[in-house]
């Protein structure tokens, strides 16, 4: 046989053994704060090449061809690696990860006592932010939640109102201020009309049985008024706002304000409103017993400790 022709052979079986040839890539996966192994991370090879770490940190890939490839190693909570390595033998790469906090969702709900998601409450909820009370044209409290599913205005006249939720009336539904129950010793629906508009930051609703939370009569669902509350602040700090309102038809009249101050220690807060509207003046007439006069004032103090 020709020399040449057997060198050409010869080559050739080297390049067909070369590429046939598989490597091993191993290694180990740690925390890089403690040097603790981490299981179950993932290791992504291009190829669709996937391995995991098992309870020691460690990881292996079999049957690899020679070549340069991109890894990338991720898992929950660590911040993700991703690099190039050329595969020509078997090779080890270790890795470690830094710790990254997860972020979880902005808790809304507080009517539950104790705060929970949204998305994971048993109850039917719904929640009016500030931004919705300020835009709407309201008389009452109660006059804010008219367009909520499931609720209803119960009246006693124009100035009394109360809500009903799926049907159930005021023995059936609870009132609640910031967390606290309370209720009124007549039948007028009065409990709900007699809230400062101005000091409301939002309002949530619970459509549905919650006595097993709350206790006797929340059989109808829940109604919690959140205030606005005073806030620290870097150093003594004085400010407030004052609101005034006026409606042609009973010629209500409204002033109102708050009043807010504070250092990096403590705060406080001094609101106060005051209404008196004649009765109401309809195509028809006047409307008797449509008059009312109501005033109102809170407080609240809060300290860094």
């Known amino acids: 046989m020709d020399v040449k022709k057997l060198i050409l052979i010869l ?7 070369a590429s046939a040839q598989s490597f091993n890539l191993k290694g180990r996966i740690t925390n890089s704060e403690n040097g603790w192994p981490i299981q179950g991370v993932t290791v992504f090879i291009s190829h669709n090449y996937v391995a995991y770490s098992n309870a020691e940190g460690y990881y292996s890939i079999t ?5 340069k490839y991109q890894i990338k ?7 993700s690696v991703s690099t ?3 595969i020509n033998s078997d090779d080890v790469k270790d890795f470690a990860l830094t710790p990254s906090p997860i972020e979880l969702d902005e808790v809304v709900v507080s009517t539950n006592r104790t705060e929970n998601y949204l998305r994971n409450s048993p109850f039917a909820e719904s ?3 500030k931004e919705e009370i300020q835009t709407r044209s309201t008389m009452s ?3 804010i939640l008219q367009n909520e599913p499931g609720v209803s205005l119960l009246r006693d006249g124009i100035w009394g109102t109360e809500v009903s939720i799926r049907g159930l009336n005021r ?4 009132t609640m201020i910031d967390g606290s129950r309370i209720a009124t010793s007549t039948d007028v629906a009065a409990r709900l009309s007699l809230m400062n508009m101005n000091d409301v ?15 006797s009569g929340a059989t109808g669902g829940i109604v919690n008024i959140i205030t606005k509350s005073p806030q620290l602040y870097d150093r003594f700090t004085l400010n407030g706002d004052v609101i005034t309102e006026y409606n042609t038809v009973n010629n209500l009249s409204v002033l109102g304000g708050s009043l807010y101050s504070g250092s990096s220690l403590w705060s406080t807060k001094l609101s106060g409103s005051y209404r008196k509207a004649n009765n109401i003046q309809t195509p028809d007439g006047e409307l008797n017993n449509s008059q009312f006069e109501d005033y109102s004032f809170s407080g609240a103090l809060n300290n860094a400790a």
């Open 171 to 174: 023995e059936n539904v609870i």
């Open 201 to 215: 930051e939002r309002v949530e609703v619970i459509k549905g049985a919650s006595s097993s939370i709350y206790g």
């Open 73 to 79: 190693v991720s898992s929950l909570g660590y911040n």
């Open 127 to 129: 929640i009016v932010g």
């Open 63 to 67: 049957k690899l061809s020679a070549g």
């Open 11 to 17: 080559l050739l079986c080297l390049a067909e053994f």
């Open 141 to 143: 409290l109660p006059d």
């Open 84 to 86: 190039e390595v050329e």
